[in-house]
């Protein structure tokens, strides 16, 4: 049972069902593409900073608008397809990024989108991939980094 102290790494699969432009904060207006979309975040906390905590906030339609993820997460035609996630206890996303970047059918979204606290370029990653197979994809990178992935199961 996943409790609000679990601490880790997770992948938000989304889709965007047809072009968008949408005001991300103080990135500004950004034009996303039809296309599966994953967004690596990172929960090393406890409570709304767990793993359950950050999961369940970024599917709540009710929240303030903070992170780069909120602004795409409410638009309608966003839609929220997966959670991937994995327990460590340091700090894997950056690392996860790479790991995601090296195909050739994913490309960096848009510069500096949740990754104001690293060196990376973007968290947000473009996959030219249909929804099963970016999940398959994105759980076997977990494992490459010798992590334990599990599926997130949405709370109705």
Known sequence: MIGLVLRGVYVLLISVED???????AL?????GPGMYAYVGSALGSHSSSVEGRLSRHYS????????????????KVKFKAAIFSESRKAQECKLVKKIC???????????FGSSDCSCVSHLIILNLRENTAKRYLWNKFIELGLKPQMWKIKS
């Open 19 to 25: 072009r968008v432009q949408i005001e991300v904060g």
């Open 28 to 32: 500004g207006l950004i034009d996303f």
């Open 61 to 76: 339609d009710h929240k303030k608008m903070h992170w780069h993820i909120d602004y795409i997460l409410k638009d309608p």
């Open 102 to 112: 090296n195909y050739e059918f994913a490309f960096v979204g848009p510069k500096d």
